[in-house]
């Protein structure tokens, strides 16, 4: 996924800069790949240097391509070749025509490079090289700004063996805030059960990022009884998030699917749709709708 408002024309005037990836090889040899592309005289148009080192000390290879960037279907962007020539420096090759062509897009931190979609190998992603630390794009985390701030409420638990929760009337407080940078969000959920003192509490203390290699969402939590948690958020719509969550806890595997809807204003329904511990359906559990009302 793109950052979240980077059109084609944000997308154009983010390509100048400087790129790079690592290959691994098939005799296991590290390939690092830099781009350092530049604009060129004409508009849309660029100039970039392509260096690859071996990690085996071969000696490297460079060369440069000059190529038009045209807008595909909306929101991706076609590199056509225009020309190319090798560089070395004892013996200047003269420009000669290209016709290298692909699909790419851009982002603050990522240039995604298409070559074929039927294959696995088809694809690169390339991260830009800069000066400072390459914080990731926080405009990725937008579509959970909803989750921000604190909602409360309480519900009657059928109780859970694999969170180890009881089946009482539960209360519940979720508080969530982002860092600094914008890229990290640090959420606690925090269940009473009962009359039991703080002491006794179910917590569940996470952090949601983005991540690059799969292009989403993820999170990972930490409970008070003992599981461990890791989700994707593998749909949104409409502020609606579905999260593919699978955890190791103290009575095995778990597996689920958790809606969080707030289509409603002020409103905060944590929906739990599918569950399995140790691929046994927990019909019990499922459907549990927990409905919290924001507070702050």
């Known amino acids: 996924n793109l950052a979240q408002g980077v059109t ?11 790129w790079t990836r690592d290959q691994i090889t098939e005799e296991g040899e590290v390939r690092t790949w830099t ?47 225009i020309k190319q020539r090798d560089i070395n420096p004892n013996n200047p090759e003269k420009w000669k025509p290209s016709n290298i062509s692909y699909i790419f897009q851009v982002d603050q931190n990522f240039y995604h490079e298409l070559w074929d979609l039927a294959s696995t190998s088809g694809s690169f992603k390339y991260r830009r090289v800069g000066s400072s630390t390459s914080v990731i794009d926080p405009s990725n985390m937008d579509v959970l700004k909803p989750l921000l701030g604190k909602f409360v409420g309480e519900f009657n638990n059928p109780g859970s063996k694999a969170y180890g929760a009881s089946k009482e009337k539960s209360k519940i407080t979720s508080t969530a805030e982002l860092s600094k940078t914008g890229s990290v969000l640090k959420m606690s959920w925090i ?28 999170k990972q939590f930490q409970t008070s009884t003992g599981v461990l948690m890791n989700a994707v958020l593998i749909s949104s719509s409409n502020n609606k998030l579905l999260w593919e969550r699978t955890a190791d806890t103290p009575s095995g595997k778990l597996y689920e699917h958790c809606l969080f809807d707030f289509s409603e204003p002020n409103t905060f329904k944590h929906v739990i749709l599918k569950r399995t511990l140790n691929g046994i359906p927990q019909v019990n559990e499922e459907n549990e709708t927990i409905i919290l009302k924001r507070v702050k």
């Open 8 to 18: 084609v024309k944000d997308q154009i005037g983010l390509i100048s800069g400087t």
């Open 35 to 81: 781009k350092q592309i530049e604009k060129a005289e004409k508009a849309h148009q660029f100039i970039e240097t392509i260096t690859i080192i071996n990690s085996n000390g071969n000696k490297s290879t460079k060369w440069q391509l000059h190529f038009e960037v045209i807008p595909v279907a909306g929101k991706f962007l076609h590199f056509k070749g």
């Open 191 to 218: 269940m009473n059960q009962g009359g039991d003192p703080a002491e006794k509490a179910f917590e569940a203390h996470g952090i949601y990022s983005y991540n690059p290699q799969v292009g989403s969402i993820v």
